[in-house]
């Protein structure tokens, strides 16, 4: 079993809706959880953090973590074209640890 | 502002080749990393560094080498390319604390034909 699992897509939705990625992952030891955009040609850009269970909320991005689960969440309220990227949830464990554990990325389009 | 600078961004390499991967930031970050990025694999961390002379292995080291003598600069070190190494190269930094994000430069393309 992959340590975190993403569902790769492609996934393609009309402009203004909900959009909804997620990820699981199987170690109990993960603490951190990250959430990259990453555009074509482009190195990854980070777009939340968290380490607590719960919702966390920047602007129309809303990440959730549910730590009894082992699945995290990233919202996009009123999509956008330009939000059209490959996001990939990351995970670390407790600090101290420099590895990050990524999923594998899914690729979104916003159809405008 | 630079941020973190690659290059080159593309390379075609020879089976059994060597080069070296430039990776340099100018944001006084001690933190600095290496990942490869292959299809539907996500990120790897091959080495990281977290000060000048400080260098530790990551998840793939296997083939590659690092150095860091300046805070600036966290070259990787290809010995005897192999076509397994295909694959985009990112290097990235962080300053200290716990919260702090990496940052990306955008890639080294590499082909080993």
């Known amino acids: 079993q992959k340590e975190v699992e993403q569902d790769p897509g492609p996934l393609s939705v009309p402009e203004g809706a909900i959009v909804s990625l997620n990820c699981t992952y199987s170690?109990?030891?993960?603490?951190?959880f990250m959430w990259y955009r990453q555009y074509s040609r482009k190195g990854p850009e980070l777009l939340m953090y968290?380490?607590?269970?719960g919702n966390k909320e920047d602007g129309r991005f809303t990440a959730q973590v549910d730590k009894s689960s082992k699945y995290i969440s990233l919202f996009i309220r009123d999509s956008q074209p330009s939000d059209s990227a490959t996001y990939l949830c990351?995970?670390?464990?407790?600090?101290?640890?420099?590895?990050?554990?990524f999923g594998t990325g899914t690729r979104l389009t916003i159809i405008p | 502002n630079a941020g973190v600078t690659q290059t080159p961004k593309f390379r075609i390499l020879k089976i059994g080749q060597s080069m070296t991967l430039q990776c340099a930031q100018d944001?006084?970050?001690?933190?600095m990393y290496w990942y490869r990025q292959d299809p539907g694999m996500g990120l790897k961390l091959i080495y990281y560094?977290?000060?000048?002379?400080?260098?530790d292995k990551g998840e793939v080291p296997n083939g590659y080498n690092v150095s860091r003598s300046t805070t600036e600069d966290f070259p990787l070190r290809l010995e005897l390319a192999a076509p397994s190494q295909t694959s985009v190269y990112f290097c990235?930094?962080?300053?200290?604390?716990?919260?702090?994000?990496?940052?990306f430069g955008d890639g080294t393309r590499l082909s080993i034909l």
């Open positions: 990351a995970i670390r464990t407790n600090f101290g640890n420099e590895k990050l554990t």
């Open positions: 170690n109990s030891a993960f603490q951190y």
């Open positions: 968290t380490y607590s269970s």
């Open positions: 944001m006084n970050h001690n933190y």
């Open positions: 560094s977290v000060g000048a002379g400080i260098t």
């Open positions: 990235a930094s962080r300053t200290t604390g716990v919260d702090q994000p990496q940052h």
